[in-house]
């Protein structure tokens, strides 16, 4: 069994905000899948489903970003989850919109959620889909907690389908093989 998980922030103000790209890749997964995401349990919003013959739970820590860990320690605890079989979709800052990179483990990069996760786990190996949101041209935390713009919002829907071919690539086991296909993704120069 597998693990997805979005980052993001809850209630309606924080929808569409670069933080809550996470949540908006998690949501498309299960909308693609008629995966319902409509428990609540473990500090979060979670729905169980298949996924090309993969059993997975799609989740949205209802924590608040910088308490992310504690939602995905507890569906970790209770199924018996491998932090192998963890893949955890958030923003990005050093990448610009439109860009992913996929990782296998690293640091937090100065990313609570993701810091928040390597606290409660005990690790940082664990993967990840990051996705970019651009960089603040002022104040960080106006930046992550704004709204993107008509042509930003383009992009990410171009964005938001490569996430999930790469996330599926990941349920195959394979997060090298994703790595070589999507690292070099750019939405910008797609058709």
């Given at each position: 069994m597998f693990l997805i998980v979005g980052l993001g922030n809850p209630g309606s103000e924080y929808n569409g905000t670069r933080h809550n790209i996470g949540f908006e890749a998690v949501d498309y997964i299960a909308d693609k899948y008629n995966i319902e995401l409509n428990r609540i349990k473990?500090?979060?919003?979670?729905?169980?489903?298949l996924i090309n013959g993969k059993?997975?739970?799609?989740?949205?820590?209802t924590t608040y970003m910088n308490l992310s860990g504690e939602s995905i320690r507890e569906v970790v605890n209770f199924y018996k989850i491998s932090n192998e079989e963890i893949i955890?979709?958030?923003?990005?800052?050093?990448?610009?919109?439109?860009?992913?990179r996929i990782r296998e483990k690293g640091s937090h990069g100065g990313h609570n959620g993701i810091k928040s996760i390597i606290a409660n786990l005990?690790?940082?190996v664990f993967p990840r889909v990051k996705i970019?949101?651009?960089?603040?041209?002022?104040?960080?935390?106006?930046?992550?907690?704004?709204?993107?713009n008509e042509e930003e919002i383009n992009v990410l829907r171009k964005t938001l389908i490569a996430t999930e071919e790469a996330v599926n690539v990941m349920l195959k086991n394979d997060v090298k093989d994703a790595m070589n296909k999507f690292n070099g993704f750019n939405a910008c120069n797609e058709g």
């Open positions: 473990f500090k979060g919003i979670f729905g169980e489903g059993k997975v739970i799609l989740l949205k820590p955890v979709i958030y923003d990005d800052i050093s990448l610009d919109v439109g860009r992913l005990g690790t940082d970019g949101v651009g960089a603040p041209k002022g104040n960080l935390v106006s930046h992550v907690l704004g709204k993107f």
